[in-house]
C-alpha cells in the first residue's frame, strides 16, 4: 500500500514536501507519480518518477518548482513543491503502477496497481 503525507496550507511562494511511503512492495521499475485534483478540473499528472533509473516527468505548470525525488532505503518517493502558486491547490495523491501503454513506455503510470489516500494542498493568503 502507499501513504502519502505533507500537505497542508501554505502561503503563496511557499514550500511543502509531500511523502508517498510503500509498503508490502518496492517502487523498482513501477512508474510512479503524483497527481491532483481539484474541485470542477480534471486529474492531472504533476509529476512521475521511475525509482530505478532516476527518469522524471513534469507536467509544464510546475517546472522549475517542483521536484520529484526518491529514497531507496526508505522505499518513499517525494515531491518537493516551492514557489507554490494558488492554483496549485489541489487533492495530492501518488500512484504506481505500470507504465507500459500500447507497446510504449510512460514515466507516468498508465495502469495503477496502487493508490494513496489523498493528502489536500491549500495555497492562500
Known amino acids: 500500500q502507499l501513504q502519502a503525507s505533507g500537505g497542508g496550507l501554505v502561503q503563496p511562494g511557499g514550500s511543502l514536501r509531500l511523502s508517498c511511503a510503500a509498503s508490502g512492495f518496492t517502487f523498482g521499475n513501477y512508474a510512479t507519480g503524483w497527481f491532483r485534483q481539484a474541485p470542477g478540473k480534471e486529474r492531472e499528472g504533476v509529476a512521475c518518477?521511475?525509482?530505478?533509473?532516476?527518469?522524471?516527468y513534469y507536467i509544464d505548470s510546475v517546472k522549475g518548482r517542483f521536484t520529484i525525488s526518491s529514497d531507496r532505503s526508505k522505499n518513499t518517493v517525494y515531491l518537493q513543491m516551492d514557489s507554490l502558486k494558488p492554483e496549485d491547490t489541489a487533492l495530492y495523491y501518488c500512484?504506481?503502477?505500470?507504465?507500459?501503454?500500447?507497446?510504449?513506455?510512460?514515466?507516468?503510470?498508465?495502469?495503477?496497481?496502487?493508490r494513496g489516500q489523498g493528502t489536500q494542498v491549500t495555497v492562500s493568503s
Open positions: 500512484a504506481t503502477g505500470s507504465g507500459y501503454k500500447g507497446g510504449s513506455y510512460y514515466t507516468c503510470p498508465q495502469h495503477i496497481e496502487y
Open positions: 518518477i521511475t525509482v530505478n533509473d532516476g527518469v522524471t
